[in-house]
Structures are given as C-alpha cells and as structure tokens.
C-alpha cells in the first residue's frame, strides 16, 4: 500500500495545507479566493495545461466546493477530464460531475456522450467509472439512454465480476428513477440466475436490484425464491473457513444472508415442500448457531451474526406459520432482552413487538413481561423505554391489560418529556379496548389527568366524557370521582374542564349526599374557575346553567355569578355573551323550557376512537427531494383479543366535520351558545347518521350527476344531494374533480349562519375566485342573505371559508342560488348550485300535549290552512328511520296523541321576522297499500303547502 | 436502503457526505447539522441507533469521528452497523493506520473506497480483500 498523504498532487495538498493553516473564517475566505483567481487565469490564459494540471486544479476547486462554497466555472474542464486515458484523470472528472453537476446541466449531453464511450471501452476499468457515475447521477436522461443497454452488460459471459457489480446497481439505481424500464421476458431469469453466480460479490449486488424487481413484479421473479434458499442453505451450512473472503469475523457472508432473507420476506411461505423444508432447516440452523458458544469475543463476531439472527427472525414472523419456529424466536429474543449490549435489547424489544402480533407467540412473549418492565424503569437510553412502551401496549389483551396499565401510569409520572404525550394516549386506548368494568377505565382516565395533565389531549379527555354519556352504569361512579379529584389541592386544567362537564350532565346522581351538595358542587367547581383559561370557564359558564336546571335550589347564587361584573364586561366576547344569555335564559324561560334547552347530551354515536387515529398519524417525513419508496414503519398496534367496546367506522358520514373537535361547542368559530346548539346539533347528527343509511348514500350524491334546467336555462348541478339537506344541517353540498363544496349551518329562530367551504382539490391555483348568491323571482323580499366576500384566489389543496348570515322575512319556496365562478389553468369555469334553504330549517319544535293539539287542530280549520297528499312510500316504511326523518325536519314528534300509536304526530313553529307559523303535522302510514297520508295544517296557507311538498319527498 | 453516509468530527466538521437521494444544497446542510445534532448527545450506553425523521441513523464513533449511516426504518440495523465497521476496516488499511487528516487530503480517494463498497445506496462489495485489491489496481494506474 502507497503511503497516501496527498500523494501525487502536491499542489492540492499544498493548498489543503493552507486552509487548515487559516486562523479565520475571512483567512479562509481569503485564500479560497486567491486560489480561485489563479485557477481561472489558468483555465483561461494557458491553452497548455496537460491532464495533470487540469486534474490538479479540477480536485482543488472540488475541495473548494465540498468546503461549502460555491462554484462557477471549471465544469467544462471536469467534462474534459473524462475523455482522459488516464485513471486518475477521469477518476476526478467523473467525481467532480458526480458532487456538483445537476441533471440538468447544459453540459449533460457532453458528458452523456463520454460515458457512452467509457461504457463501450475495452478497458473494464473505464466501464467500470461510466457505470458508478450513472449509479451516482441516475437521471432520467440517462435512465432513457442506458436503460436497455445496462441489462446486457450485466448478463453478458464476457463481462468481468466487478463490472457485473456495477452494472446490477447501476441498473436498480435507473429502475429508481423510471421504473418502466424494468427489464422482462428473457432477461427476467438470466438476471434471477445471478443468485446463483460464482462470485459471492456479484451475489451480494445483484440480490438488491432482484428485490427490488421483485417488489415491481412479484410473479414475473418468484422464481428466485427456490434459488435464493438454496444460495442461503449454501451459506448457512458453510463453515466460516469455506467462504474465505466473504467471512467477517467468522461469519459466513453476513450481509448476503441478511439480504437473501429479505428477499424472501417478499413472498408468502415457499408452496414447494422440499423448499420450504430446506429454508425452515435454514431457519432452524441460524436459530441454533445463536445458542453455540462465540467463535470470538469480539463484538463484530456477535454483531454480525445477530444481524443474520434477527433478519431470520423477521422472515420468521413474516412467515407466522411456524409456531414452533416463533416460539423459539421469542425465547431467544427473551435472552437478549437481559443482555449487556444495550443494542440487543433494544433491537429483541422492537422484535418481539412484532412477535407479540402473531397469534402463536403473543402468549409466550407474555411471559416477558416483567422483563420489560423493568427496562422501561431502569434503561438509561430514552429510546430503549420507547420500544419497552410499544412492547408493553403491543402485548397488552384483556388478561394482563390492568397490569400494563397500572405499570404505564407509574412510570409515567418520571418518564421522559419526549414520550409522554404518546404514552397518554396508548395508555387512554388500552384503557378502552380492555375496559370490562368502565368505573376502571374512568378512574385510568382521571389518573392520566393528575399525573400528565399536560400531556393529556383534547382527544383523551374528550373520549372520556364520551363514554361516560353513553354509558349510563358508569355516570354516578364518574361525577363522583370527579367530584373527589377535584378536591384536590391542585387540580390540572384538564381536571376541571372534565369535572365540569360531567357534573354539568350528571351532578344531580351525587346530590344526595350532603358532601357533595349542588352548592358544594359549584362552590368546588367555582373555586377553580378564576385560575383557569377562558375557554375553560366558557365550558364552566355552561356547567353553571345547566345546575340552574339541576339544581333549582342554587339558582340565585348562580345568577349572582353571571350578572358578576368579571363575566358580564369580560373582555373575552365568548364569556360576555354566555354569561348575558344564561343569565337571561335563567330568569324568563320556565322550568319546562330550561328542562328542554338543557335537557342531559344525548348519546354520541359510536365511532373510533379518535386517540386512534392520531396515534396512527405518522411523524411527517423528509421534506424535499425524496425520492425512492419510503418503506413503512413496522411498528405494530395491539391487535389481539379485540375485545370490549366495538367501533363503528363512520366518520366517513360525517365529513370534514371533525366531530370530537365539535364535542363543546367552545372552538366553534359561529358564535352560538353550546346550551342552544349542542344538544340539537348531536341529535341531528344521530339522525343524519340514519339518514344517510336510508338514503343510501353509497351512490354519492355529490358527483354532480343529476342537473336540472330552471328558469333561463340555468343548469343546476346538486339537485339530487338537495333532498338531503331537507333534514340535514351539516354536509358535502357539491363535489366534482376540482372543487369541493361543504356546508355547516346553525339555525336560531328565524336566523341561520351558514358556513360555506370551498376546497381546491387540485395542484393548481384558482384564480378570480368569486361566489356569489342570487335570489330567483322575489326570494330577496322574503329571505335576506348577507354575505361576506372570499379571498379571490385559492391555494393548491386550500380550502377557503365563507360566511352568510341569512334572515327570514317571511315565508318561501324558492331556494337561494349559489353561482361560482373562477378561472383554472386558464379555463373559465362556473357552477350553479342550489343553496340547501328550505323553509323547515326555520321551524322550532314544539312540545305540546293531546288536549292542546287537537284544540289547535281544529282551530286550524279553514280549507286553504290544509295541505294534504296522498302518496306511495318510496323508501322503506321503517318506523325508526321515519321519526329520524321527521325529528331531523325540525319538528317536534308527539307521542300518545293520535289513538292510532302507528300514526306520526308533529308540531312546530315557522319563525319569520314577520309572522310566527304555527304547524300541525300528521302522517299516517298503510304498510299494508305501502302509501301514505300527509296533513298538514298551519295558520298560513302557503306554508302549509310548502311544508307539505317538501315533506312528501321524504318518505 | 441507504439514503446517505456522513463522516463527521466531534465538532461538526464534515469529512464525507455522499448522497443517494435528490436534496438540494440547503437541505443537504441542514441534514448534516441535524445529524450531527443527534448523534453526539448520545453516550457509549445509548444504542447505535436513532430515529431520524423518518428514517434511522446507524453510527459508529471512532475516535474523534462519527460515521453515520441513514437508512429506512424497516432495515437492518446490525448489518449496516457492521457495514461501518467493515468501511473503517478497509480504510484502515488503506491508509495505513487511517487518521482524520488521511480523510482530508485524500478526500478524492474516500469517494473512490465508497463506490467500491457501497453503490446506488445498497451494499455493493463486501470482501475486504477484494475491494482492497481493486484499490491497488487504481493506485498503481496513472
């Protein structure tokens, strides 16, 4: 060997020298730029420079580039040097275009030209230099240029084993780039027989580009699978002085071994007995070969082959059809979790994570158990808790779930910063899936709160009152130990947002008890209230009203609270106006009003978990100029004995609407009281679920497929999603390719705010983006819609807000137009839509009982105050989805009115500013002639008639 | 699959960085720094291993010199980790005792023993004989 200090080049070495010399950054600066000047007179002036010189000068401004600064000039020179005869020449002109030249450089076609000529060079070297440069490089240009002549090179007889090499990678590094250039037909098994090349090094090479191959087209490859284990086989059996060079600290060929057992995690468990049986001898060997004594001390000896080791374990639990081999696996892994070497424990705790998912090994990784434990309490390598904690929820079940929980919670109290917020939330989903007894679960929930409040998201906490409404065995245990906690000296934030909201809904189970009193209640809920944030005290405020309901008795000292000057004048507008409207909704409204308004929440509808949901949410990648397939984290989620509460996946009925997000109310940018919009917004949401089941809204409603022609040929493209939004506040009004219309509104009397929200589906910009709302005929006399302008352009992806604010005059029946028009990519494109705006949405239901009903009815007895229709049912005559229909109408459902229990009884209010319209309501079903009849009567005529047609469509 | 090699001392200076993805200049040093921001926190009882956006470094340090291997989450830690080991090794000898300012001035020669060794972000050759072999071809070539 040479000694090699910047042998050959001393003025390189000389110049290198300088640099390090430089006491300073303006030295440095300095000297480059002295250096610079000189090569440029150089390129410049002397048209003698030979190959060394230019080699010379080419390798110092390399050096001046990797040290960071840029450089302009001397490509052509490095493009030079590749027509060399010289190695070292060339060396340095492909290395230079390698580091610094761009796909796109104007000289490509130049040096594409050079590496033509290297590559049918008869000196291997060269072909050799061309073949790195394209591996390094691997544009599309040279992927088009090479791509069909690389796969000859590399199946050739003439073609030398380094060469070989090259050309396997450098043919995977072009499939990288344009993967329709895969080599197929003929070549498909020349290039599998590589498995089988005598050189060990053309294996290892080509084993790379064959998985890749093989993960494009599996069947076209799977021909490599009985080669590769017998390849493997050869190895594995080998002793260490059999394979010479390609033994590495007395382990046979490592990396080959490691890669061939990759290889074979691509398919399912070979079909062919006799290969199947030779790769689990395979298996077998590598997992016996972990218990032989060490062949040396040395840690590149245990390394290497463990590498071997867990690689067969992962093909092993790839396999998952083995249970003798896995049990075996978890047992070894078991071993290495008590190890010295801090890699292997953290390496088997991430295996046998994997292990703790198949059915045949989660019980034996089980035993592990307090093994893991103890490493989440004693390891000092934060990352190796990490894996402990994904082990512990990975091998969590219905059997050991109070355990891990309760070790989870303990060690949360010291755990790192780092991991608490994941581990708040595996702990709050175990908690649920293998809750039997719910008081349990609760009480974890609460536990999560004092230990990590911080920790403890929106979605946790959310969860838990969730539960807690929908679980009526659960609710006293849950306001008493809210109750409790409360007490506590110092209570988190969190604590007491729960801790309001439940003893809101359920304080009156644990009145009883002179301890806990209503006023002891709200003096211990008040006694916070002035150290928490406002929206916190806005969910307060609601707790406080609601008590007023509850707890009559306490009424005054509530009212006190509200008219107190801190809420009244707080310079939050939220607080001012919660504290205004409780306050005047505590002293006018009856106790039968306040018994409705604030009636308890009604049922959540089941879904799942949103803590889920984000657990599963990746971390965000590696920004810019990724290319290549990202393999996917393996780390697995507890998936056995699912058991417990059971999920119904249908967030997909409640879209872009994040449900959980709206579970209060308090973010919601519409400024509308939780008592008054809560309640009815989540018994809409129970009934828009039912509805769109019995619209059956699999046939999308939003494709846009349906129009009609009004008017002056206007053509209207949401007619059919229109009958929807009869009983519907909340949804996606239009969807096509480019844009996405969704709509929420909330209604108040004879107000309603509707937010519209247009998404930009598309990569590209829209420009003059304008909606605006037009009134057909002499809708603008009846309706009064007020608009807030949008931004006129719409980002790639955005999705863009608009707000109206509607005020209904008197009553109507026509529907408002929404006309959109922008331009994108040039094009003029414009919609028409029909704004969801019927005349029910203004309607209140109305309690009332059989007396005064049918005192109204008959009161109500003018011809033209009736609107009658006789009609055949054209969805399912379902009781259940009926009432949905006709509560999610805006009407109220009298029950024990009509003698006939199959008849449907309904009434409401109409508000307009003008005129309040009462409604009666009647329909009576024949299952028998599939018909019904619709009455309809009201103090106005034309509503009557309007109710009636709208109704009519429904059923 | 390898996504980079970073040789870095333990201030921060970057001795070798050779890329198998497409990042422009900025984000090339911003990754550097990064890496080198993780690493060098870390003590002999921590793993070899970090999670690094979405993918994992494998390090080895030697001496004043990290050597840092960023690979895909789902690969082989050991065997990249010994795939360092084995690096080292070859150029060790083939600079006789290899030291920081071998890397240095024969920074040209560094990339020359990494193509051998490692290509397209896989593992190309793995025999130290072999590659130290093709080595000699080149030094005794003009």
Not at chain 1, 870 to 890: C, H, N, Q, R, W
Not at chain 1, 925 to 943: C, E, F, G, H, W
């Amino acid at each position: 060997m040479p000694a090699v200090r910047g042998d050959g080049m001393r003025g390189l070495a000389v110049f290198i020298s300088d640099i390090r010399n430089c006491k300073s950054k303006e030295a440095e600066i300095k000297r480059i730029n002295k250096e610079l000047a000189n090569i440029r007179s150089k390129f410049r002036g002397d048209k003698t420079l030979d190959g060394y010189q230019k080699k010379k000068y080419v390798c110092k401004l390399l050096f001046i580039f990797l040290l960071g600064h840029d450089i302009d000039f001397g490509h052509m020179e490095a493009v030079n040097l590749l027509s060399s005869n010289k190695y070292s020449e060339k060396q340095i002109g492909y290395l230079f275009i390698s580091v610094l030249i761009s796909a796109n450089n104007e000289l490509m076609k130049l040096i594409i030209q050079s590496i033509k000529n290297d590559l049918s060079s008869r000196n291997p070297i060269h072909v050799n230099l061309a073949l790195q440069c394209i591996a390094n490089i691997g544009s599309r240009e040279m992927a088009e240029t090479f791509g069909s002549e690389i796969p000859k090179l590399l199946v050739s007889g003439d073609t030398i084993d380094v060469v070989k090499q090259s050309a396997a990678l450098c043919l995977l590094r072009l499939l990288r780039t344009l993967s329709d250039i895969i080599p197929s037909g003929e070549w498909t098994s020349r290039i599998v027989h590589l498995l089988n090349d005598q050189h060990m090094g053309v294996v290892t090479s080509a084993v790379n580009l064959i998985d890749a191959l093989v993960k494009k087209n599996p069947d076209e490859y799977k021909g490599c699978i009985s080669l590769a284990v017998s390849r493997l086989s050869r190895i594995v059996t080998a002793s260490y002085t059999d394979l010479q060079d390609y033994t590495y600290y007395f382990v046979p060929a490592p990396w080959l071994s490691m890669k061939l057992l990759r290889l074979l995690q691509n398919y399912p468990p070979p079909e062919d007995p006799g290969v199947r049986g030779r790769l689990i001898e395979c298996l077998e060997t590598i997992l016996n070969k972990a218990q032989e004594p060490p062949k040396s001390k040395k840690v590149q000896h245990s390394n290497a082959k463990n590498a071997v080791l867990f690689e067969a374990i992962s093909l092993i639990i790839h396999m998952d059809s083995e249970p003798n081999l896995l049990v075996r696996a978890c047992n070894q892994l078991g071993q290495f979790l008590q190890h010295r070497e801090t890699n292997l424990r953290y390496l088997a705790l991430e295996s046998m994570c994997l292990l703790a998912t198949s059915e045949f090994s989660h019980e034996a990784v089980k035993k592990h158990q307090e093994t893991v434990v103890t490493a989440l309490k004693t390891e000092r390598d934060v990352s190796v808790r990490q894996r402990a904690v994904d082990l512990l929820y990975a091998m969590c079940d219905k059997t050991n779930a109070e355990e891990i929980v309760g070790e989870m919670l303990n060690y949360l109290e010291t755990a790192d910063y780092s991991i608490r917020e994941e581990m708040v939330m595996k702990v709050a989903i175990l908690a649920e899936k293998y809750a039997s007894d719910y008081t349990w679960y609760v009480d974890v929930i609460l536990n999560l709160i004092r230990i990590a409040g911080d920790y403890v998201s929106e979605e946790v906490w959310y969860r838990v009152i969730q539960i807690v409404i929908n679980r009526e065995d659960v609710q006293g245990y849950a306001a008493k130990t809210v109750f409790e906690s409360l007490q506590a000296p110092a209570c988190h934030e969190n604590m007491v947002k729960v801790a309001g909201y439940i003893l809101g809904e359920f304080g009156n189970l644990i009145a009883g008890d002179q301890r806990s009193s209503p006023f002891v209640q709200f003096n211990l809920l008040h006694s916070k209230y002035h150290l928490c944030a406002a929206q916190t005290r806005a969910l307060l405020l609601t707790t406080y009203v609601k008590f007023v309901n509850l707890f009559p008795e306490i009424r005054v000292d509530i009212q006190n609270i509200l008219k107190s000057n801190s809420n009244v004048r707080n310079s939050e507008v939220e607080l001012q106006q919660r504290s205004m409207e409780y306050l005047q909704l505590s002293q006018i409204a009856s106790s039968d009003v306040l018994a409705t308004v604030l009636e308890e929440m009604p049922p959540f509808p089941e879904r799942e978990s949103s803590i889920l949901a984000i657990l599963k949410k990746k971390k965000p990648g590696m920004s810019e100029g990724v290319t290549g397939p990202l393999k996917e984290n393996k780390h697995p989620a507890a998936v056995i004995n699912n058991t417990g509460v059971s999920y119904t996946k249908n967030s997909e009925n409640a879209p872009s609407l994040a449900v959980s997000a709206d579970l209060l109310g308090i973010s919601s940018s519409l400024h509308q009281p939780t008592i008054n919009s809560a309640p009815p917004a989540s018994s809409n949401n129970t009934s828009t679920n039912l509805l769109v089941d019995v619209f059956g809204e699999t046939t999308s409603p939003t494709a846009g497929g349906a129009k009609s022609a009004i008017g002056d040929g206007i053509i209207v493209k949401n007619e059919e999603s229109l009958k929807k939004f009869i009983c519907k506040h909340n949804g996606i009004l239009f969807e096509n390719d480019l844009l996405q219309i969704g709509i929420k509104s909330e209604y108040r009397q004879n107000l309603c705010q509707m937010g519209l929200f247009y998404g930009n589906k598309t990569n590209f910009q829209f420009l003059s983006f304008t909606p605006s709302i037009s009134s057909p005929n002499n809708l603008s006399t009846k309706l009064n819609i007020q608009v807030k302008p949008v931004d006129t352009v719409v980002e790639a992806g955005a999705q863009v807000h608009q707000i109206l604010n509607v005020e209904c005059i008197e009553d109507f029946t026509d529907l408002p137009l929404l006309t959109i028009q922008f331009i994108y990519c040039n094009v003029q494109q414009k919609l028409t839509l029909r704004l969801p705006l019927t005349i029910n949405k203004f309607s209140e239901p109305t309690v009332m009982n059989s007396e005064s009903f049918f005192t109204r009815w008959k009161n109500l007895n003018n011809p033209t105050q009736e609107a009658q229709k006789i009609f055949k049912a054209t969805y399912p005559m379902d009781s259940e989805a009926v009432k949905a229909k006709l509560i999610g109408f805006g009407i109220q459902l009298l029950t024990g009115i009509d003698p006939n229990p199959e008849n449907y009884v309904c009434a409401g209010i109409i508000h307009t500013r003008t005129l309040q319209v009462g409604c009666l309501i009647r329909l009576e079903p024949n299952t028998q002639a599939q018909m019904y009849r619709l009455t309809i009567r009201s103090s106005k005529d034309t509503v009557s008639k309007e109710l009636c047609k709208l109704l009519h469509e429904l059923f | 699959m390898i996504r980079f090699i970073l040789i870095q001392n333990r201030a921060g200076k970057t001795r070798l960085a050779k890329w198998y993805m497409n990042f422009d200049d900025d984000e090339k040093q911003k990754l550097i720094e990064e890496v080198h921001a993780v690493v060098t926190v870390r003590d002999a009882k921590h793993t070899n291993f970090v999670e690094f956006r979405n993918f994992k470094i494998v390090y080895r340090r030697y001496a004043g010199l990290y050597f840092c291997i960023c690979v895909d989450i789902s690969d082989n830690n050991l065997a990249y980790l010994e795939a360092i080991h084995n690096f080292v090794e070859v150029l060790n000898e083939y600079f006789h005792n290899v030291c920081e300012l071998d890397l240095v001035f024969n920074f040209y020669k560094v990339y020359s023993v990494v193509d051998e060794m490692f290509l397209a972000g896989e593992i190309r050759e793995t025999s130290q004989t072999k590659v130290l072999k093709q080595l000699l071809v080149y030094n005794s070539l003009e």
